[in-house]
């Protein structure tokens, strides 16, 4: 995924949550692909004019302990950097935010699907669409290093009405507007 999706991201979590001035911001520290995010999302806190607080887990348990750390701080609003042990424990995550009552923006519908408040990321239907274009190129003979690598051309906004409602937040028009899927 590429980096300055979570600068958007971040716009859209500020968008909804405009007062927020920490954001706790969830990683996976082994994931290389999360410095490159983190370095994008502080770019973005600073042209929004808020704080990142930066935490790490790569567990169930450190997950815990980033949410406690959360707490201790009084952090607004949450955003996950995408990581598969944040994907396998979106149920926990959801949870420990709707418990903190943390408003909280992830990367794939399946977060808001299971509490989380909001998802902004690739259309994962569209990359699996693309990559079986890619299989049948194989299949027909394309050398896999004679490909294009691509990046996602569509994203999808979901919006999660319960949860909103739960932390006491309405979703601005503006951001309404532009939601591929509201969940009620």
């Known amino acids: 995924m590429s980096p300055d999706l979570v600068g958007k991201?971040?716009?859209?979590?500020?968008?909804v949550v405009p007062k927020v001035s920490?954001?706790?911001?969830l990683r996976h520290p082994d994931n290389?692909?999360?410095?490159?995010?983190?370095?994008?999302?502080e770019v973005g806190?600073?042209?929004?004019?808020v704080r990142l607080q930066t935490l790490e887990a790569r567990n169930s348990q450190e997950i815990d302990s980033a949410f406690a750390a959360m707490a201790r701080e009084r952090?607004?609003?949450?955003?996950?950097i995408p990581d598969a042990i944040f994907g396998n424990q979106r149920r926990q995550i959801a949870e420990l935010a709707a418990t903190r009552r943390l408003p909280s923006m992830y990367w794939l519908t399946q977060h808001?699907?299971?509490?989380g408040l909001m998802a902004y990321g690739p259309d994962q239907l569209d990359l699996k669409r693309r990559a079986a274009t890619y299989v049948d190129k194989i299949l027909?003979?394309?050398?896999p290093a004679d490909l294009p690598v691509e990046?996602?051309?569509?994203?999808?906004?979901?919006?999660?009405?319960?949860?909103?409602?739960?932390?006491?937040?309405?979703?601005?028009?503006?951001?309404?507007?532009?939601a591929d899927h509201v969940i009620e």
């Open 9 to 15: 991201q971040l716009e859209l979590l500020k968008e």
């Open 22 to 25: 920490l954001v706790a911001l």
């Open 32 to 41: 290389p692909a999360s410095a490159a995010q983190l370095r994008e999302a």
């Open 45 to 49: 806190a600073r042209v929004l004019g």
């Open 75 to 80: 952090a607004g609003a949450l955003l996950i």
């Open 112 to 115: 808001a699907e299971a509490g």
């Open 140 to 143: 027909k003979g394309a050398k």
């Open 151 to 178: 990046q996602p051309t569509t994203f999808e906004l979901v919006l999660n009405l319960r949860t909103a409602k739960a932390l006491g937040l309405t979703f601005p028009p503006s951001i309404m507007i532009r």
